[in-house]
């Protein structure tokens, strides 16, 4: 029952949208959808700062339970809502040991990622440190390969993990669309990316989440380099 | 069945320290322990980079199912042998997001508080640390410390981090303040966080899986000053 659910999630946040994806894919679609605006500092709200004392969304509450942090929230609601949606935690011990890690793995992703948004979206141009910038495009060079190779080795049309949508692709997912939001060149370096990228993109759940004001506004293009 | 189990490790690494811990709460202490030198770049080994391509540990094998990501393999055995050892992941919704919650956010207990100063301390020069950064990185720690000195104090003496029972989330994060206890930070300024600590560190699985160098030799006094 989502009536009794509230998530508040911001425009752009990756943890967010793993969140929201997650919601769709266990049927659970109409919670309450409560947009903060980061410019305005509203995670950071009295309402917010209820549910999630360190001012940080996700914050997520189902009736009288406050769940914070998008990979807790993500592995309660598969927990809770076991029978219901797609299953996101295979029960096969091999392939929940495979969901589990690489749902944690994507964190890679985003810190490497992030390290070189950060750095470059709050330093001028004129200041950007660019041995600190060569060694960030680097760690990211050197991630995404690993990503590559683990999707290459199922056939055309999989996920991540093989045959079936998991919480792995709920994390992934969105990490990949922050990476194509700052141009990075994947299809140029990492094919099956790509084409996985392009083609679960599409899922409902990952369109329910998608950042409303990337639609209108072209992201930066610090990753176009990697 | 914990023969057939193998966990490659590193003494002093809490990732692997959190592993061992569930190992040993579930009743699997007889798996086959493979201690590695980091000094000896042993985590970079074939013996390693074959269960783990990152050439990380934790890294842990069951019989055919490969687990990698500390978080990941706590999961994993949790899941895998609910019915046997310590309960690390309650049943009740609520109790399960506070522990799942905390769990995950033991991350930021690790990267703020344990190792934001060692970090810096670690990999930057002396010649090229400044006074500026080291006080934001002390700052981080101690804003980091009042959460959980805040989230013990509501929660009574002789609590666990997530309540009253040793749950995932006490296997999460104890080892990082281990860590800081080792480094020679003084946590007595924190006395939830300090009962806590000499609450935890006497119980079996944490002796029985303490990083054996420390037992050897004196605290460092490396963040005495912090």
Redo the contacts between chains.
């Keep these: 029952m989502s009536s009794d659910m509230t998530l508040y999630w911001g425009s752009g946040s990756i943890p967010c949208w793993r969140v929201m994806i997650c919601l769709v894919e266990k049927e659970l679609s109409d919670y309450n959808s409560k947009l903060v605006s980061f410019e305005k500092k509203e995670q950071k709200s009295d309402e917010v700062m209820k549910i999630n004392p360190r001012g940080q969304v996700p914050a997520f509450k189902h009736g009288d339970v406050v769940v914070n942090e998008s990979m807790a929230i993500c592995l309660y609601l598969e927990n809770t809502f076991k029978n219901q949606g797609t299953q996101l935690l295979p029960d096969d011990p091999s392939q929940q040991a495979l969901v589990l890690q690489r749902f944690m793995e994507t964190q890679n992703i985003m810190d490497k990622a992030k390290a070189l948004f950060f750095h470059r979206f709050r330093t001028k141009q004129e200041d950007w440190d660019q041995g600190y910038v060569g060694e960030k495009i680097k760690a990211l060079a050197e991630e995404l390969p690993l990503w590559e190779n683990y999707l290459s080795q199922y056939g055309e049309g999989s996920f991540i993990t093989g045959k079936d949508f998991t919480l792995a692709d709920a994390s992934l997912v969105p990490a990949l669309a922050y990476l194509m939001r700052m141009k990075l060149p994947m299809k140029e370096r990492f094919p099956c990316l790509a084409s996985y990228y392009e083609r679960v993109s599409d899922r409902p759940s990952v369109q329910s989440g998608w950042p409303p004001h990337w639609k209108d506004t072209p992201g930066y293009d610090y990753l176009k380099d990697v | 069945m914990a023969s057939d189990m193998i966990l490659y490790w590193g003494s002093g690494s809490g990732p692997c320290w959190r592993a061992m811990i569930c190992l040993e709460e579930k009743g699997l202490s007889d798996y086959t322990s493979k201690l590695i030198s980091f000094d000896n770049k042993e985590h970079k080994s074939d013996e390693v980079l074959k269960i783990n391509?990152?050439g990380q540990v934790p890294a842990f094998q069951?019989g055919?199912?490969?687990?990698?990501?500390s978080?990941?393999i706590c999961?994993?055995l949790e899941?895998?042998f609910k019915s046997q050892g310590t309960k690390l992941l309650p049943d009740d919704?609520?109790q399960?997001?506070?522990v799942?919650?905390r769990?995950?956010?033991s991350q930021d207990f690790r990267e703020k508080a344990a190792y934001g100063v060692l970090s810096y301390f670690m990999r930057t020069k002396p010649e090229d640390r400044t006074e500026a950064m080291l006080e934001e990185k002390k700052k981080t720690c101690h804003e980091e410390l009042q959460?959980w000195e805040?989230y013990l104090a509501k929660l009574g003496d002789g609590s666990h981090i997530a309540g009253k029972n040793f749950t995932l989330a006490d296997a999460c994060t104890f080892p990082f303040i281990a860590t800081l206890v080792r480094m020679g930070f003084n946590l007595s300024r924190y006395p939830h966080l300090a009962k806590y600590y000499d609450l935890v560190k006497d119980r079996p699985s944490v002796k029985a899986s303490s990083p054996p160098h420390w037992k050897d030799t004196p605290n460092k006094d490396t963040l005495k000053d912090i």
Excluded: F
Aim: no cysteine; charged share 10%.
């Design positions: 391509p990152r069951h055919n199912v490969i687990v990698n990501e978080l990941a999961l994993y899941n895998t919704p609520a399960q997001a506070l799942l919650q769990a995950v956010e959460i805040g």
